[in-house]
């Protein structure tokens, strides 16, 4: 992939520049992530990683945001079993990867979107972006956030967002450790710019090791932590009635009716 070049795909566009890598999610008009945008990450992620000129990897959104999430039709019981195992694929070749990794952060940053930002290594945010776990909304809930979210922004913190499905704005998710800093809209890509040049002056071999060590501890606890939340999602939350009705719900865009089982 070295050198420069880009690539189109249908659901993202990778661009390389030298050390640098840019993912742009690309699903118009807020860049749903669908199954093919999952397969699209992680094919051009292995490419990325297997490509030893590149040391840093920007994931940005196109358009109107970041990402509003996880794409609800695909948490149906015929396929939420491959969407889990497709997204996770994706977040797990994040959270190994050698290279450092930033999420640039505008507009809607929501559940899978918001996950897929948080498992970069640095954030930046605008002020005026939308943070948030709402899956619990749907009778869901996110198996990222919950392995992974307290570690960032402590328990009650993450009790909160994930339980209540509340959003923050950029600001509040800087605050609380979601994000490394939030700025103005106009400044979101100097600020990343800034971070970039600050990295590739940096040795990529000394960078990788240093990740790997600034994770050991994370990274036993969420291995285990993940696949946990997996296996709870697919063997007793896809049982609970209200999980399938709050999905119906949303497709159909009416008001669900819990039963409570």
């Known amino acids: 992939m070295g050198g420069q070049a880009t690539t189109s795909l249908s659901r993202i566009s990778v661009e390389v520049q030298g050390p640098l890598a840019?993912?742009?999610?690309?699903?118009?008009?807020?860049?749903?992530?669908?199954?093919?945008?999952?397969?699209?990450?992680?094919?051009?992620?292995?490419?990325?990683?297997?490509?030893?000129?590149?040391?840093?990897?920007?994931?940005?959104?196109?358009?109107?945001?970041?990402?509003?999430?996880?794409?609800?039709?695909?948490?149906?019981?015929?396929?939420?079993?491959?969407?889990l195992a497709r997204f996770h694929g994706v977040i797990r070749s994040l959270a190994d990867s050698r290279k450092v990794t930033i999420?640039?952060?505008?507009?809607?940053?929501?559940?899978?979107?918001?996950?897929?930002?948080?498992?970069?290594?640095?954030?930046?945010?605008?002020?005026?972006a939308n943070w948030g776990f709402p899956e619990i909304k749907l009778g869901c809930y996110p198996p990222v956030a919950v392995t992974a979210l307290a570690a960032l922004v402590g328990q009650k913190r993450a009790a909160d967002m994930i339980l209540t499905g509340r959003t923050l704005s950029g600001i509040e998710a800087a605050e609380i450790g979601l994000a490394n800093r939030a700025v103005p809209a106009a400044q979101l890509d100097a600020e990343v710019a800034e971070c970039v040049d600050r990295v590739s002056k940096l040795s990529?071999?000394?960078?990788a090791v240093t990740k790997k060590a600034i994770y050991a501890w994370d990274a036993i606890?969420?291995?285990?932590?993940?696949?946990?939340?997996?296996?709870?999602?697919?063997?007793?939350?896809?049982?609970?009635?209200?999980?399938?009705?709050?999905?119906?719900?949303?497709?159909?865009k009416r008001e669900p009716r819990w039963q409570g089982k």
């Open 103 to 128: 999420a640039a952060v505008q507009g809607p940053c929501l559940g899978g979107g918001a996950e897929l930002a948080m498992v970069c290594d640095l954030v930046y945010t605008t002020e005026s």
């Open 221 to 252: 606890h969420f291995d285990k932590g993940l696949a946990r939340a997996e296996k709870i999602y697919l063997e007793e939350l896809m049982k609970v009635e209200d999980s399938r009705e709050g999905v119906n719900a949303f497709l159909q």
């Open 22 to 83: 840019r993912i742009l999610l690309s699903n118009p008009p807020v860049n749903v992530i669908d199954l093919a945008m999952m397969e699209e990450l992680g094919r051009s992620l292995s490419e990325i990683e297997a490509d030893r000129g590149i040391s840093v990897v920007v994931i940005s959104g196109s358009g109107r945001g970041f990402s509003a999430g996880v794409d609800v039709a695909a948490h149906t019981p015929d396929k939420v079993e491959e969407m």
């Open 204 to 207: 990529p071999a000394a960078l």
